[in-house]
């Protein structure tokens, strides 16, 4: 099912006073010199997708300098249908979504509604820094789809805090009992293997077609792989924590899990870490990140939207030519993409969809559009 | 003082297997595809100037694959005479570094020798992450010309081992020998006076020259503020010590003194981390690290080599023009940069200098270079 974004309205996001910009169900290229406000436009569809900022860790951050409210509309084709996405925030206090003016409750009610996959270029510390944002990735894509991933995830993050705060107790007061420790580890094992689980097929269904978008970026001048490491993959839940309860007696907090789980990325053999350059690193992300757009694509049943910040950044003239040619065949729904102010930009867009706009942003305004269709 | 350097042997150096090179005086362009080695040159030439690399944690890491050595020999022009450097590695051994075939007993006595500035994408870490590359950033300028502040940094770092290690003990001990804690306080006040003064005057001249050039590369767009943060700025070091006594013992370390020291950064009257884009991001780098290269080519009475990595990526094409006409007026000495296979490279380098070598790096082989002078 088709699912893109035609209207969106923003009042005081970022360095956005005020815009109302209509996009084309192709590919939007968002142009304009350093600092105008390019990510920024991004990152509002991304809000409107996922109901909060990709890139500020805070809706206090999202918000205006001197402003007291934000307020993005959207409007988004889904299928035959249209729908309003109405977002007011006051930094503070709890942000009102609406789809046609009907109040979500929950966030985690409204991810997935609009399926949406995001690169940029701080992505790459996906690859550089500790496990957390490689489960986040899983998790990013998991819950776009599955419900009951996000409401394990929850269930086991809550239980795994009690079971922290439960060791540190007992080591305050120098007590150790074992069946209150196990009331709450036998909870933890059906939300441990649902995740797991699930995981463990994601990652099998992005392998193929990860390694299938790798060689087509690098021209086969590389081969990369990805692994799933975690306790669960060869061994059962309740032995994991049978076997790590004295440790966690000692550290005083859970040692083993899903929690702890992580993926392995191999570049020509060698960890891709310290041996990949800046447009290895580069290419290794998006091909995870398209190969993620896909699975997703699937399992949700809609066309997710794809958000691409400074694209083709450190790649060489051929890696932006494969992929083009990528973007081109592989048949990818609503694009946004940022770029430097380039010249030649149109005949780069020619190269993905006959069906384009151009919008060039100085000063957090709508300057130039140009459209073909 | 002119400092450059004639020529490379690289053996064994990242995916090099052997290269020979000549470079120019003036600037050196070196070119290629991602992941062809291009920032391994111009590690091997970072070696040579500090004895060490700047993007691997350690000479394992710098060893090509399946191979025992690394030999890194460099000719270098320095004023009238010419000098020889060679670095023998075998890792997991003390490396060899000769000048002239004169051992060099420790690497904090090459340090200077040669002074160098690098910019590097990864250095926008230094705005977004703990304080610890920020001080490095400071230490990195003053190491290459003040011989005393590196022995006081060294004695610093040992005597804060030593402190923190017998709060750890009286902890354990459930003792507290003031006077012991004391005796190695006192001994701390020296090089913490000594190495706070030396920052605060390289802050002091970094400011203006930052300003400046934070202007000319955003053509004035933004301004920004750099602001030295230490406890020293408003108290004496025995104060501070005599202060946080209660803290240390609780906490077990040592929590004031130099190594807390930070540098803020400003843009726009706000916090840079949060707000800054990506290519303001780069600009400021760009600005603070040239105008740490005018300050240490005063203070070392010789010309640093200046090395830019990756150096036009992010930057939109109105302050790749603002940066070039830096490079070109303010007179900087050899000049090595990398970037994707541009076309219009030459005309880049010719808005540099009229002296330029190019160089083209595939699959670790030089296959082409063109000179103009």
């Known amino acids: 099912m088709d699912c893109f974004i035609t209207h969106i309205t923003l009042q005081n996001y970022k360095n956005y006073n005020r815009i109302d910009v209509d996009f084309c169900p192709g590919v939007n290229a968002i142009l304009g010199l350093n600092g105008m406000g390019k990510t920024n436009l991004l990152d509002a569809i991304y809000y409107t997708c996922l109901g909060k900022s990709y890139f500020s860790s805070g809706d206090r951050l999202v918000l205006k300098k001197g402003e007291e409210f934000i307020r993005i509309k959207s409007k988004i084709s889904v299928g035959d249908r249209k729908e309003k996405f109405v977002a007011k925030i006051i930094p503070g206090k709890k942000k009102e979504i609406s789809i046609d003016d009907k109040k979500v409750e929950r966030i985690s009610d409204h991810i997935g509604r609009y399926p949406a996959t995001i690169v940029a270029p701080n992505d790459i510390q996906l690859l550089l820094e500790g496990s957390e944002p490689r489960r986040n990735f899983l998790n990013h894509n998991l819950i776009q789809y599955d419900v009951n991933y996000t409401n394990q995830l929850i269930k086991y993050n809550r239980l795994l805090k009690q079971r922290n705060a439960l060791l540190k107790s007992f080591a305050e007061r120098q007590v150790w009992n074992e069946e209150l420790l196990n009331a709450i580890t036998e909870q933890m094992e059906e939300p441990a293997i649902y995740i797991h689980k699930k995981r463990h097929e994601l990652v099998d269904e992005l392998i193929p077609l990860f390694i299938d978008n790798y060689a087509l970026i690098s021209g086969e001048r590389e081969s990369c792989v990805i692994m799933y490491k975690s ?132 000063e957090g305004a709508l300057k130039y559009s140009s459209q073909k269709r």
């Open 231 to 362: 306790s669960l993959n060869d061994a059962a839940f309740s032995d994991i924590m049978q076997e790590s309860k004295e440790k966690d007696r000692v550290l005083q907090r859970t040692t083993a899990g899903v929690h702890k789980d992580d993926l392995t990325f191999i570049m020509n053999d060698q960890l891709l870490k310290p041996f990949g350059s800046q447009g290895q690193l580069k290419s290794f992300i998006l091909s995870l990140k398209l190969a993620q757009y896909r699975i997703l694509k699937e399992k949700s049943g809609k066309t997710p939207i794809l958000l691409l910040d400074d694209v083709f950044d450190k790649l060489d003239h051929e890696r932006v030519g494969h992929l083009l040619k990528i973007l081109h065949d592989q048949d990818y729904g609503q694009v946004f993409l940022t770029d430097k102010d380039e010249k030649d930009i149109p005949a780069v867009l020619e190269q993905i969809s006959d069906d384009y706009a151009i919008f060039v942003i100085d």
